[in-house]
């Protein structure tokens, strides 16, 4: 057997670590974002920043090797790159000469009270989240920088087109720096106005983790540990405000299941055919007793219905009447044609399939659904009961031609090729 050149390793070697590089930098981007954020004072400036310490890890890791700590790495490197473009800046030497070597050496200052935050990643989203953006901007921005999320991932959570989310983010950064916003932690009234937007990021950060939009994998597991990290901080904050704890009840539950969603290869599993021994218990003792505090505000219906599953020994035990009506109630809170088809996957279970059918094929007619992969999805499951084979075969090869994640489409597809198969006689109960 020839031996291969050291020509021919050298490129293996470049593209491993090169892909290291990008998995550590989408992990701990918002941390890096935020930390510079704190020294540079400019939102826009700090991402670039990061980007500069990714490309400075692209050149030097190939030939030094990854290090022991890769994101403290990343980190150390663009702030010293920060703290090099202040000094740069005359007017800021005189500040620098006094707090420079604070910044490198010394960690932030413990809180001096209970309204502090003293956590780079929340204070970071409730500065983004001013009264200078708009609250779809706020909430594009947040994510793109502390969720790591790209413009089309952002633009599925939106349900809106992607060129619009673009602009958003661009136009939010150049209004954050037209208005020379402070990087502080706001106080009373002012940070009570802005919980409502913190509380759909951090939201939306899980949902990316829980369900990956692009890429190999099903889960992005950081992400979820940083939302959830986030809501409980939130609510420990903020103990008066009932839907801080209604959100980390929802994260909560929903965390619980993460070990039994996917198989060993990282496929999908569903939910009817989760190993519920495998569910964390102890964080959903942790979301009922947050349920306990939360009001009737709409993170506290989802985590009402989380409970609801949590609550469920096995599948065939689970209150889908009592589901529906939550989704009935949230419905009424939070319209959204999202929630209306998650409201007919319980109608399917508690009246049956056809009832189902009909709300699906109304919402089939909402241009905000046109891409969403899991509409056609939900039909094909439907058209399964219903026996009717060929036809759920085709929504579930459409949802599979609409998902950016490959696990996804890979269920999709495998359930396509089950469909007639498995398609049962008219189910009308």
């Known amino acids: ?39 540079v004072r400019d939102i826009g400036i700090a991402e670039e920043l990061a980007q500069d310490a990714l490309v400075a890890a692209l050149e030097q890791w190939p030939e030094s090797g990854v290090p022991d700590r890769p994101g403290a790495w990343l980190m150390a490197t663009a702030k010293h790159r920060a703290i090099d473009l202040v000094r740069r800046r005359e007017t800021y030497a005189r500040k620098l000469a ?5 910044l490198e050496d010394v960690p932030p200052p413990e809180p001096s009270g209970p309204e502090d935050i003293d ?20 909430i594009a921005l947040t994510l793109r920088l502390l969720g790591g999320l790209t413009t089309p991932e952002i633009a599925r959570a939106f349900l809106a087109p992607e060129p619009t989310v673009a602009q958003r983010i661009v136009r939010a950064k150049r209004a954050l720096a037209q208005a020379g916003t ?6 009373g009234a002012e940070r009570a106005a802005r919980l409502s937007s913190v509380l759909e990021v951090v939201y939306l950060i899980f949902n990316e983790g829980y369900s990956a939009t692009a890429g190999g994998d099903l ?30 009840a929802l994260l909560e539950l929903q965390a619980s299941r993460t070990a039994a969603r996917t198989g060993p290869d990282g496929a999908p599993v569903l939910l009817a055919d989760q190993n519920r021994a495998r569910w964390d218990r102890l964080l959903i003792r942790r979301g009922l007793a947050a349920l306990e505090r939360a009001g009737t505000g709409p993170y506290a219906v989802q985590a009402a219905i989380a409970a609801c599953h949590a609550r469920a020994a096995r599948y065939e035990d689970t209150d889908w009447a009592a589901i529906a009506a939550l989704y009935g109630r949230l419905m009424a809170l939070t319209p959204s044609p999202v929630v209306e088809l998650n409201r007919a996957v319980a109608l399917s279970m508690a009246e049956g399939p056809a009832v189902a059918l009909e709300v699906v094929d109304a919402l089939a007619r ?7 992969h899991l509409l056609p999805s939900v039909r094909g499951d439907l058209l399964v009961r219903l026996g009717r084979g060929a036809e759920a075969r085709a929504e579930f090869e459409r949802a599979a031609a609409l998902t950016r994640n490959a696990r996804e489409r890979g269920l999709l597809l495998a359930r396509a090729g089950t469909a007639e198969a498995a398609a049962a006689p008219a189910d009308e109960g």
């Open 219 to 248: 889960l992005r597991p950081a992400l979820c540990e940083d939302a959830l990290r986030l809501a409980r901080l939130l609510a420990a904050l903020m103990p008066g405000e009932p839907e801080t704890h209604g959100l980390a």
């Open 98 to 102: 006094e707090v420079g070597r604070t």
């Open 119 to 138: 956590d780079d990643l929340l204070r970071l989203i409730f500065t983004v989240c001013h009264p200078v953006l708009s609250a779809p901007a706020r």
């Open 366 to 372: 909402e241009p905000a659904l046109s891409g969403y």
């Open 182 to 187: 402070p990087f502080e932690v706001p106080y």
């Open 1 to 39: 057997m020839t031996e291969r050149s050291a020509d021919a390793v050298e490129p293996d070697r470049t593209a491993g670590t090169a892909t290291t590089v990008e998995a550590v930098f989408r992990i701990e981007s918002a941390r890096i974002v935020a930390g510079v954020t704190r020294i």
